[in-house]
């Protein structure tokens, strides 16, 4: 039996899927270049090991297993905003994300014209309880672009308050603390500072975050929007991991969905 036909056949496949994908866990260095780089001073997201990025619907072309190749150790990837919009390439992330081994996490983009429970049950309903996915997102910022919650401005305690409520109901569903993302602004205005028993995902592009949330403990940075990747179309947002390498294996396994 001439074997030769077969085999060049295989070689042929493999070569056109791409590399293979890597472990999650398994921690690949940062290839990345940024189109707006910031001299950060002291506290530069180089002396981070793992680094990872967010996606949205802008990013419409995403390699993922080149770019888990590049350097990509995690993926926060946008699923619902409010209570009733669901990002159209969210199953498409999460399922590209998964299979080229990165770690994935899904954010909830919060609304104040739309009750807490309301937006839990809508994330609930979309995001599906993955083995091994990163903790659940809630992504605290003013939402100067929607047409009906665009001046809703509650207080600081009504704030904390729809936000505990969604937590709770999230946390009892996924089996999992959720992380807050937030804004420099809207940390400031609502006190979240106060807002104790929660890793935080910080969002500070221009200082570091020891400069824009003095004495925040935070877990994620994200340190830039203008990251350019192998793998992915257009700029996309930067970050890492608070930790060294053995904190990020550590945190894994605590963390993770089981």
């Not at 910022?141 to 047409?147: A, K, L, T």
């Given at each position: 039996m001439?074997?030769?036909p077969?085999?060049?056949l295989?070689?042929?496949?493999?070569?056109?899927?791409?590399p293979?994908?890597?472990?999650?866990?398994?921690?690949?260095p940062e290839?990345?270049?940024d189109?707006?780089?910031?001299?950060?001073?002291?506290?530069?997201p180089?002396?981070?090991?793992?680094?990872?990025?967010?996606?949205?619907?802008?990013?419409?072309?995403?390699?993922?297993?080149?770019?888990r190749a590049?350097?990509?150790?995690?993926a926060?990837?946008?699923?619902t905003?409010?209570?009733?919009?669901?990002d159209?390439?969210?199953?498409s992330?999460?399922q590209?994300a998964g299979?080229?081994?990165?770690?994935?996490?899904?954010?909830?983009f919060y609304?104040?014209?739309?009750?807490?429970?309301?937006?839990?049950?809508?994330?609930i309903?979309n995001v599906?309880?993955t083995?091994?996915?990163?903790p659940?997102?809630?992504d605290?910022?003013?939402?100067?672009?929607?047409?009906t919650?665009?001046h809703?401005?509650?207080?600081a305690?009504v704030?904390?308050?729809?936000?505990?409520?969604f937590?709770?109901?999230?946390?009892?569903?996924y089996?999992?603390?959720?992380?807050?993302?937030?804004t420099?602004?809207?940390?400031?205005?609502?006190?979240?500072g106060?807002f104790?028993?929660?890793?935080f995902?910080?969002?500070?592009?221009?200082?570091?975050?020891r400069?824009?949330f003095p004495?925040?403990?935070?877990?994620?940075w994200?340190?830039?929007?203008?990251?350019l990747?192998s793998?992915?179309?257009?700029k996309?947002?930067?970050?890492?991991?608070?930790?060294?390498?053995?904190?990020?294996?550590r945190?894994?396994?605590?963390?993770?969905?089981?």
């Open positions: 001439n074997l030769r077969a085999l060049a295989i070689a042929f496949l493999a070569a056109c899927s791409g293979a994908a890597t472990p999650v866990g398994k921690i690949v290839n990345f270049r189109a707006d780089p910031v001299a950060f001073q002291g506290q530069r180089a002396r981070y090991a793992v680094h990872g990025i967010d996606v949205a619907r802008f990013q419409k072309s995403v390699n993922w297993r080149q770019a590049n350097g990509v150790n995690f926060f990837i946008k699923a905003e409010g209570g009733d919009l669901m159209p390439m969210f199953k992330h999460w590209g299979e080229a081994g990165v770690a994935r996490g899904a954010y909830h609304y104040f014209c739309t009750r807490p429970e309301v937006q839990a049950r809508w994330f309903r599906p309880r083995p091994g996915a990163l659940p997102v809630l605290m910022e003013w939402n100067p672009f929607s047409p919650c665009a809703r401005r509650p207080s305690a704030v904390q308050d729809e936000m505990r409520r937590l709770r109901i999230i946390r009892a569903h089996g999992q603390e959720p992380i807050i993302y937030t420099p602004r809207f940390y400031k205005e609502n006190k979240l106060q104790t028993g929660h890793e995902w910080l969002r500070t592009t221009a200082k570091t975050p400069e824009t004495g925040q403990r935070w877990r994620f994200q340190y830039s929007a203008t990251g990747i793998g992915i179309e257009g996309v947002d930067l970050n890492a991991f608070s930790g060294r390498p053995s904190e990020w294996k945190w894994l396994t605590v963390r993770a969905a089981r």
